[in-house]
């Protein structure tokens, strides 16, 4: 596989209640590439974020369900997901440069 970029591995921020109650714990979600790994993440939240030092990463892959649309069947893409805890510094998600 060839290597990906950094802003080719974060995709998104996910912005939920669920993940913004995790933020208070140093906990960050992001929407990654499915073929992202675990130090591909590290990697990318590190560069992207100064002053950030990356303590764990959780991967977790959604798979799309099947919905209907005007009666026909159609499936919805896999998502990966990352759940980055940081040991030290904070990041903002209102910055534009994930937007």
Not at 30 to 58: H, M, P
Not at 66 to 93: C, F, H, N
């Amino acid at each position: 596989m060839a290597e990906l970029k950094h802003y080719d591995v974060i995709l998104s921020p996910v912005i939920t209640e669920k993940s913004t109650l995790g933020s208070e714990h140093s906990q960050y979600t992001f929407k990654v590439a499915l073929g992202a790994t675990k130090g591909d993440v590290k990697a990318a939240v590190e560069a992207l974020f100064a002053g950030v030092k990356v303590k764990s990463v959780n991967t977790i892959v959604q798979k799309g369900k099947t919905k209907r649309w005007r009666g026909q069947p159609y499936m919805r893409s896999d998502q990966k997901k990352a759940i980055v805890t940081l040991s030290e510094g904070a990041i903002d998600l209102t910055a534009p440069e994930l937007k």
